[in-house]
C-alpha cells in the first residue's frame, strides 16, 4: 500500500510532507515511511488496529530506513528527531498520534510488563525453564489488553534497544512535550507494580529457606515483613535494609550450603528490588522529572522480553551464582595444596610419594581386572570400584595424587583474585609460582615412586612366579598404546583431565549437599545411633564425617567417571579411553621391563614422550576447566585475566627456578610480601581427595591378545 491510497486528508501528500520534515531531501525514503506510519494513526480505530499502527510506528524508530545525513550519528536517535520535527510542523499529525497514544495507553495494563518482565517468577529455575520453552515453542494467543506484548512486538532483537542508551535527553523531553499529559494511565501502573513487587519479595523474603538464614530475631522486626507496608517516599531506606538481609543470608550460605532454589530466590529479590528502585525516582510525589531514570528503565523493559524467552540468560545467571558457592569450597580446600616454605616442599613430595606407591598397587589390580573378562558392565564397575577404593585409602592415609590438585588449585587461585583485587598482581604471580612448583613437586613425587614400585614389584614377581607381570605381547602393545602420535593418547589425556575436572565438581556439590542438608549435625545428634554407638563416638564421627565427606565424593565420583567411560564407549560405540600420567608411568615400567633392555627400542622411546604429553594434558585441561569456572562463578573479567597471564611471563622470564622449586630468590620474594602461614604443604587430603586417574594405556589379556588400552 502506498501513501497515495491512504485516506489520511489532515495530512498532506508525499511531496508536501517531505517539504514540510526535510526541505532538503522532500523525497527521501525514510520521510516518506513516516508519512504513510503517521497516516495511518487512527484513534477511532479497534485496539488491535492502534496497536498496530504504533509498533509500525516503533518498528521504524528501530530499524527505519537510514535517516538523510547531518543527523544523530545514532540512525534510530535521528529518526527519533525526524518524528519530533514532524510533530513540531504538523499540528493534525500530533494530534491524531497523541489521541491514539493515549487510548492505549487506558485501555492497556502495565502491571505486568513493570512487575514482571525481565524478572523471574516465583516458583523456582525448573518451573522458569519450562515456561520459557513454552513461550519460545508453542503458539500463544495475542492479548491486546497487555502493555509488555506492544513492547515485545516493537523490540525484537537485542540491537532494535541499543540506541536507547545513546538517546539525548534533550530529545527525550522535546517528544515527552510533544506528547502532552498521555502517561498518568504508566505513573499508576508503576505505583501498582512497585505494591505487587514489594508484596512479592516480602512472600520469597519471609519463607522458610530465606527466614532461618536471616538475622534472628522477631518477624514483625524483619524488613521483608515491613516492606509492602511502607510509603513510597520511605521505600529506599526499606530497600536497603532488605539488601542488608540479603548480605547475611548469602554469608551464611558459606556455612549452611546452598541449593538452586535458594540461589534462584535470592537472585529473584535482587531483581526485584532493583526493579522497584529503577521506578521510584518517576512516580514519587513532588520529585522533579528523572530523564536518566526514564531512559534506564526503558532500556531495561526493551530487553525484558528478551531475557524472558532467553533460556541461556536464565542458566548462566543461576549456575555462575551456584558454581560460584561450591567453587569457594573447593578453593578453601585447594589451599592445603599450595606449599611456602621447603619444608612444606619436601613434605608434599614425601606426601606424592605415598600416592606413588599406592598407585602402582592400582595399576596391577587394574590388570587383573581385565585379565578377567568379565561382561562389560561387571568390568566398568569393578574397575571404578578399584580406582575408587585406592583414591580413598590415599585421602584417609594422608597421602597425594597430583593430578587431584589442579582443579582446587585454580580454585584457590580465584579465591585469591577476589579476596586481594587483581592490582595486586605481584601477590597472585607469587600466587602462581607456588601452585607450579607444589604440582611439580607433587608430580615428581607421584611418578619417581610408581616407577620405582613397579620394578621392584616385577622383580618379586619374576621371583615368586618365574616370569614377569606382563607378557611380551601385552607388554609391547601397551608401550604402543602411550604412543602420542600413533594412537589416541593425547585424545585421551585430554579426555581424562576433563574427567579429573568433573570430579572435583562432585566433591564440592557433595560437600554443599551434605552441609545444606545437615548431616554432621544430624548423625551427632541422633538419639537411635546414640544409643547403638554411644554419644561421644557419634560426635567424634560427625567431624571426621564432615570433614573428609567432599574427598569421599571426589574420591567416588572420579572412580565411576574412570572406570565407566570406556564402557560407555564401547556402548555407544565410541573409541573412548583414559589416560593417566601415574598410572601410566608406572604401566609403562612393567612393560619396559617385561620386553627387556634388547627391545627397548624407538617405540619406547616415543611411549616415553607419550608419558610427558599425558601429564601436560591431565594437569593443563583440569586447570584450565577448572580456572575458568572459577573466574566466572567470581566474575574476574577479561582483562584481569590477561593481565595476569601476562604478569606471569613476565616473572617466568626473569626467575624460570621458581616455578619448580621454592629457592633463596623465590622465599625472599615472599618474606617481601605479605607472610602467609604454611597452609597444610598439601600433605592431608583434607577432605576433597580429587583422586588419581585411570588410563594407563595397557595391553592386557596376559598372551591372549585381548587388548584394552585403558
Not at 537485542?158 to 523531553?173: K, L, S, T, Y
Not at 598397587?361 to 558392565?377: D, Q, S
Amino acid at each position: 500500500m502506498t501513501s497515495e491510497t491512504i485516506a489520511a486528508p489532515d495530512i498532506p501528500d508525499r511531496l508536501a510532507f517531505g517539504e514540510l520534515v526535510w526541505p532538503q531531501a522532500p523525497d527521501h525514503r525514510c520521510v516518506a515511511a513516516l508519512r504513510v506510519t503517521l497516516a495511518r494513526m487512527n484513534p477511532d480505530a479497534g485496539l488491535a488496529s492502534r496497536l498496530t499502527a504504533i509498533e509500525r510506528l516503533g518498528r521504524w524508530v528501530c530499524v527505519g530506513p537510514l535517516p538523510p545525513r547531518g543527523r544523530h550519528a545514532e540512525p534510530a536517535v535521528a529518526r527519533l528527531s525526524i518524528l519530533s520535527d514532524a510533530l513540531d510542523r504538523l499540528p493534525a499529525a500530533r494530534t491524531r498520534l497523541v489521541a491514539c497514544v493515549a487510548s492505549v495507553l487506558r485501555e492497556t495494563s502495565g502491571v505486568k510488563l513493570f512487575a514482571e518482565a525481565g524478572v523471574p517468577n516465583d516458583r523456582g529455575l525448573s518451573h522458569e525453564t519450562a515456561d520459557r520453552l513454552a513461550r519460545r515453542f508453542l503458539p500463544t494467543p495475542p492479548n491486546h489488553r497487555d502493555l509488555g506484548e506492544l513492547l515485545s512486538r516493537i523490540f525484537i532483537r537485542a540491537r532494535d534497544c541499543e540506541w536507547i542508551a545513546a538517546m539525548p535527553f534533550e530529545v527525550m523531553g522535546r517528544l515527552a512535550a510533544q506528547l502532552g499529559d498521555v502517561w498518568t494511565p504508566v505513573r499508576d501502573a508503576m505505583i501498582d507494580s512497585i505494591a505487587l513487587i514489594c508484596t512479592r519479595v516480602s512472600a520469597i523474603g519471609l519463607s522458610e529457606d530465606i527466614r532461618t538464614r536471616t538475622t534472628p530475631g522477631p518477624l514483625r522486626d524483619s524488613p521483608f515483613f515491613r516492606l509492602p507496608r511502607t510509603p513510597l517516599a520511605a521505600l529506599p531506606a526499606a530497600m536497603k535494609a532488605c539488601r542488608a538481609e540479603l548480605g547475611v543470608v548469602h554469608h551464611k550460605l558459606e556455612s549452611t550450603g546452598v541449593s538452586v532454589d535458594v540461589v534462584y530466590s535470592l537472585d529473584t529479590v535482587s531483581r526485584c528490588l532493583d526493579r522497584v528502585a529503577a521506578m521510584l525516582p518517576l512516580v514519587t510525589p513532588g520529585a522533579p522529572p528523572a530523564p536518566p531514570a526514564t531512559r534506564s528503565l526503558l532500556r531495561t523493559l526493551a530487553a525484558a522480553p528478551m531475557e524472558d524467552q532467553s533460556l541461556r540468560q536464565l542458566i548462566s545467571t543461576n549456575v555462575r551464582l551456584l558454581a560460584r558457592k561450591v567453587i569457594e569450597r573447593a578453593g578453601e580446600t585447594g589451599e592445603h595444596y599450595v606449599t611456602v616454605t621447603r619444608r612444606g616442599y619436601w613434605r608434599m613430595m614425601a606426601s606424592a610419594a605415598g600416592g606413588g606407591a599406592l598407585t602402582a598397587a592400582t595399576c596391577v589390580m587394574k590388570y587383573l581386572t581385565k585379565w578377567g573378562h568379565f561382561p562389560l558392565f561387571i568390568d566398568g564397575v569393578v574397575s571404578a570400584a578399584n580406582y575408587a577404593g585406592s583414591f580413598l585409602v590415599m585421602q584417609l592415609l594422608g597421602f597425594t595424587l597430583a593430578t587431584k590438585q589442579p582443579s582446587m588449585t585454580a580454585a584457590a587461585l580465584a579465591h585469591t583474585i577476589r579476596t586481594r583485587g587483581s592490582h595486586r598482581l605481584d601477590d597472585l604471580v607469587t600466587m602462581i609460582a607456588r601452585i607450579s612448583r607444589s604440582q611439580f613437586a607433587a608430580a615428581i613425587g607421584n611418578v619417581a615412586t610408581v616407577i620405582l614400585v613397579a620394578i621392584l614389584f616385577n622383580l618379586v614377581h619374576r621371583q615368586v612366579a618365574g616370569e614377569d607381570f606382563l607378557d611380551p605381547d601385552t607388554a609391547r602393545t601397551t608401550i604402543a598404546s602411550f604412543h602420542p602420535f600413533a594412537s589416541g593418547t593425547v585424545f585421551f589425556a585430554a579426555l581424562t583431565g576433563v574427567l579429573l575436572w568433573m570430579s572435583s565438581l562432585g566433591a564440592g556439590w557433595l560437600e554443599n549437599w551434605v552441609v545444606y542438608r545437615r548431616l554432621p549435625e544430624g548423625f551427632e545428634h541422633s538419639a537411635r545411633l546414640g544409643r547403638v554407638f554411644g554419644r561421644q563416638r557419634m560426635a567424634r564421627f560427625s567431624r571426621y564425617f564432615a570433614h573428609h565427606v567432599s574427598g569421599f565424593g571426589g574420591s567416588i565420583s572420579l572412580g565411576i567417571l574412570l572406570g565407566m567411560t570406556p564402557v560407555l564407549g564401547v556402548f555407544f560405540g565410541l573409541p573412548l579411553d583414559v589416560r593417566h600420567v601415574t598410572l601410566s608411568a608406572g604401566s609403562l615400567t612393567l612393560a619396559g621391563w617385561s620386553v627387556g633392555a634388547s627391545e627397548l627400542s624407538t617405540t619406547f622411546q616415543w611411549a616415553c614422550a607419550g608419558i610427558a604429553v599425558i601429564g601436560l594434558l591431565n594437569f593443563g585441561v583440569s586447570f584450565a576447566l577448572a580456572l575458568g569456572v572459577a573466574f566466572r562463578a567470581r566474575e574476574v573479567s577479561r582483562r584481569e585475566s590477561i593481565g595476569l597471564a601476562v604478569a606471569v611471563v613476565r616473572r617466568f622470564a626473569r626467575s624460570p627456578l621458581e616455578f619448580f622449586y621454592p629457592s633463596a630468590k623465590a622465599l625472599a620474594r615472599d618474606a617481601a610480601q605479605e607472610p602467609e602461614d604454611e597452609p597444610g604443604s598439601g600433605v592431608g587430603d583434607n577432605g576433597n581427595g580429587n583422586g588419581n586417574g585411570n588410563g594407563n594405556g595397557t595391553g592386557a589379556g596376559r598372551s591372549r591378545g585381548d587388548s584394552t588400552g585403558a
